[in-house]
């Protein structure tokens, strides 16, 4: 789904082909590659998205083991496209696809399909939560809705026992569909994990706590005084400390409610 309307080309062959084997061009890599999106039902890859990776092509992303551009599938229309690089570490985007399939709750995006070089899922349209408190530095009820429900996602998350790695650096880990305060989705599992004591709350706490944007702390911007910071990290400890199910619920709702008075 679209937020709104977008100017988007199809890539020729050549430039599918670079995208597909990025960072360097190959024909073997290409011929394999293009013959398992053939497979995988991909119709389509745009040149599309914020990155610019040469003259003329753009991506959703970029990082140092994938691109993510915006393509089309047969069954599910335009899609996000995570594309092994042929120079990652990561040896597959497998175990990846199966966290996110694991991860079926509402802040995370459907996947739809994996392979050891792709991975197909849900096109999340929206802004990071990085440009969502640059939007919003000025709205502080707004912002604080949008931190109420990344800690109600990051539960969820703690409750099936998935961690996320790099939620403790959130800026561009997590979308807003639409720049929605109540649609936060966490986008990148790569180096998430199972675990049987997630502690994606305290991370997203100690973020809220020291975090800063434009040189301004995320804490004067909510205007946590001292006391509310002290009692909001003493449930943070608590929480930490449990694996209680009931009781991490109902810690999560009282930081929800310091937060909100």
């Known amino acids: 789904m679209f937020c709104r309307s977008y100017d988007y080309i199809v890539l020729d062959m050549k430039n599918l082909c670079r995208v597909l084997c990025f960072p360097s061009f190959d024909d073997i890599c290409c011929r394999d590659r293009f013959r398992e999106l053939v497979r995988l039902g991909i119709t389509s890859i745009y040149s599309f998205g914020e990155i610019l990776l040469w003259n003329g092509v753009r991506v959703v992303g970029k990082g140092h083991s994938a691109v993510v551009v915006l393509a089309h599938h047969v069954e599910y229309g335009d899609i996000a496209l995570k594309i092994r690089r042929i120079d990652s570490k990561s040896i597959s985007l497998e175990y990846e696809g199966f966290i996110l399939r694991k991860a079926r709750i509402s802040f995370a ?36 809705k949008g931190f109420e429900y990344i800690l109600r996602g990051a539960l969820e998350l703690d409750l099936i026992g998935i961690d996320l790695v790099e939620i403790s650096r959130p800026h561009k880990q997590i979308i807003y569909r639409c720049c929605n305060s109540s649609e936060p989705l966490f986008i990148d599992f790569e180096s998430a994990k199972i675990s049987p004591r997630p502690l994606n709350i305290t ?41 209680d199910r009931e009781l991490r619920k109902r810690l999560v709702e009282e930081i929800v409610e310091i937060l909100n008075k």
């Not at 994996?114 to 502080?140: I, M």
């Not at 001292?226 to 009692?231: N, P, S, Y």
């Open 203 to 243: 991370k997203v706490i100690n973020f809220l706590i020291k975090g800063s944007i434009e040189n301004h702390r995320i804490r004067d911007i909510l205007r946590l005084n001292d006391d509310k910071v002290t009692r909001i990290l003493e449930l943070a400890k608590q929480y930490k400390k449990t694996i």
């Open 109 to 144: 995006p459907k996947v739809y399909m994996y392979s050891r070089d792709f991975l197909l899922r849900e096109f999340v349209d929206g802004c990071t939560l990085e440009k969502f408190l640059e939007v919003y530095s000025h709205q502080p009820k707004v912002i604080l």
